[in-house]
RNA sequence: GGCCUUGUGGUCAAGCGGCUAAGACGGAGCCCUCUCAAGGCUCAAUCCCGGGUUCGAUUCCCGGCAAGGUCACCA
């Protein structure tokens, strides 16, 4: 059979790129040693989840770490799922989260090993599958989805493996003469690759993440040129990452199955293998049993999930390292005024099997890393939120910097020897200081002592305040009226005989807690009373005392 | 079903032949205290099962079992 002429008439391209063309224009890079070059190569077909985001988080470490070169290239192969937008909405999710490319899909720079986007790469793919076609590697398969269906219910009936492959691979014996028929006969063909591969031979393969694992030789003729002339995921990536010179493949471990294929591909191709890492899948409790995360049911599993809800997006990055890491927790203790950049980073430590989704984990990280912030950087964050995610009063509120800044500085605790840790992401952190503002100040009183001794509690305070007072001469006026009605002024009596009381002093300050904030719950009362003014302050009180007549 | 991967407290996990099996989150309790938060202290809870190798297995080997992944002209 004249293979050249073949080619030929299968790939009829005249314009292509030699194979030595594209060597001399996508030359080895010219890193330090030990630099990685890595890469995120999602498909434009929506958005970015936090599956991409911790994958993406392990490339951009690996190549940051080492001096290398974290790269997007946009796997559009793909037409029917395209999605506008996608790619841009890509770069500012990432971008969010802190983590930058240095070169790729619609990053400036040095854009040396592009084009980017593989619709725009298809020259280069062609040429390569015409030198397999020509040197018997490939074949042009004329079978049909129907075809292709049946062979596989019969391989299913009888329990056989699944594919093209053996004798089930009905186009790989075809006779010249019938190729040139069904060819003529304007019949749409795919070219699969002629696999070398024998599936009882088993290889140990050292994955850079999951260690030493085992691989089985392939031995299915998959498809490496679509009817459209659009290369596979497989023969792109083989491709893709040679030139692009990728030395460490990071990407699900939904790959792992495909990595024989990939394999076989390198070799035939005549490149040398870059080395692989196969993260483990961030899975969910779901009914009792684990599942991977799934776009249509897990909000959690969405990146706007984490805007919308205000998450610190270093804290976000910070969980997904402790998982990422196994060891990062441990050092991130040790060293709290360190940043995760500054974390030596290791492909051998990272998480193996799966990991799972703990919203109670990130918020007790989101609640640290919230701790570091001052009043303003704090005002700011929770700013940026309220202008995107927040109600009209929301806006209001921030309008008003210094005061809130002064709520800020309580509610956070900034400046005490303790920060307080209330504040969890931006959505909650609002809520939280709402009852500072009369328009969002809506109590449902819910006083647990008796009426009576309450409003004497709440009338009596109300005398005798001062906003001018500090802590202490607060809490002596409060337990001053506290005894004035009845409540008694100091625990040791209260528990001698608690009967003889309305109440403890807590429950004296409850009282006014909760008339001033709505809520049995909340931070220094004296400085609240501070921050509110005089006047609002004992307003409140005089309409809590009211609703008790 | 075939193949691959993984099985340490509720969750994430160190340990990988030998002290009473780290730590974190979550849970319970105590202390502190005007409440809450934070902080400090304490507690409960784990080596999937069965064989084997060994003086000794969580750790090594074999077999089960379970979970997950994957078996497209999708990536």
Not at 93 to 101: A, E, W
Not at 501 to 512: I, L, P, Q, R
Request: glycine letters at 6%.
């Amino acid at each position: 059979m004249d293979l050249k002429k073949l080619a030929s008439r299968l790939i009829p391209d005249e314009d292509l790129p030699s194979l030595a063309d594209c060597e001399r224009a996508y030359p080895p890079r010219d890193l330090p040693e030990g630099a990685e070059v890595t890469r995120l190569a999602p498909s434009p077909t929506g958005f970015i989840h936090l599956g991409n985001l911790y994958s993406a988080l392990a490339d951009e470490r690996a190549a940051h770490t080492t001096g290398g070169v974290f790269y997007l290239r946009i796997e559009d192969t793909d037409e029917k799922r395209k999605v506008e937008g996608a790619v841009e909405s890509v770069i500012r999710s990432l971008d969010y989260f802190g983590l930058r490319f240095d070169e790729g899909a619609e990053i400036d720079g040095e854009n040396a090993y592009g084009p980017y986007y593989q619709r725009r790469r298809a020259q280069i793919y062609r040429a390569f599958a015409k030198d397999l076609l020509e040197r018997g590697l490939a074949y042009p398969c004329f079978c049909t989805e129907d075809e292709l269906n049946e062979t596989r219910r019969v391989q299913t009936e009888n329990k056989e493996i699944t594919g093209y492959y053996g004798k089930y691979a009905k186009c790989r014996g075809l006779s010249e003469e019938q190729i040139y028929k069904n060819l003529d006969a304007g019949m749409p063909f795919v070219i699969r690759l002629k696999s070398q591969g024998d599936v009882s031979v088993k290889h140990s393969f050292r994955d850079a993440i999951k260690g030493s694992i085992t691989v089985t030789e392939n031995d299915q003729d998959v498809v490496i040129l679509k009817s459209d002339g659009i290369p596979t995921y497989h023969f792109a990536h083989a491709i893709d990452d040679h030139f692009m010179r990728t030395t460490l493949v990071i990407r699900g471990e939904e790959w792992l199955s495909s990595l024989p294929i990939h394999i076989e591909l390198f070799k035939v191709l005549g490149f040398p293998l870059p080395r692989y890492g196969h993260t483990c899948s961030l899975m969910k409790v779901d009914g009792g049993t684990k599942r991977k995360l799934s776009k249509r049911k897990d909000p959690e599993l969405s990146l706007d999930f984490y805007r919308a809800a205000g998450y610190y997006p270093a804290a976000v990055i910070k969980y997904l390292m402790t998982i990422l890491n196994s060891n990062f927790e441990e050092w991130s203790a040790k060293n709290p005024e360190k940043d995760y950049t500054q974390f030596p980073f290791s492909g051998t430590t990272m998480c193996k099997s799966v990991a799972l989704c703990d919203l109670d984990k990130l918020n007790d990280v989101s609640r640290d890393e919230l701790a570091k912030l001052s009043p303003e950087e704090t005002y700011v964050f929770l700013r940026t939120w309220a202008d995107e995610f927040g109600t009209d009063a929301d806006k209001k509120h921030f309008a008003d910097k210094d005061y809130m800044i002064s709520v800020l500085a309580l509610v956070t605790g900034a400046g005490q020897k303790k920060r307080r840790k209330d504040i969890v992401r931006a959505e909650q952190g609002v809520r939280l200081v709402d009852y500072f503002f009369d328009d969002t100040f809506a109590p449902e009183y819910d006083f647990r002592s008796e009426k009576q001794a309450v409003r004497a509690m709440l009338t009596g305070f109300a005398a005798i305040y001062d906003a001018n007072d500090g802590n202490a001469e607060w809490f002596e006026k409060l337990k001053l009226a506290a005894g004035k009605a009845g409540f008694a002024t100091d625990n040791a009596s209260y528990k001698a005989s608690p009967e003889s009381f309305s109440g403890s002093v807590s429950d004296a300050a409850e009282a006014v807690r909760i008339a001033v904030t709505g809520s049995p719950n909340s931070p220094d009362l004296c400085t609240i009373m501070r921050i509110l003014g005089a006047e609002r302050s004992l307003a409140r009180m005089a309409r809590a005392a009211e609703s008790l007549q």
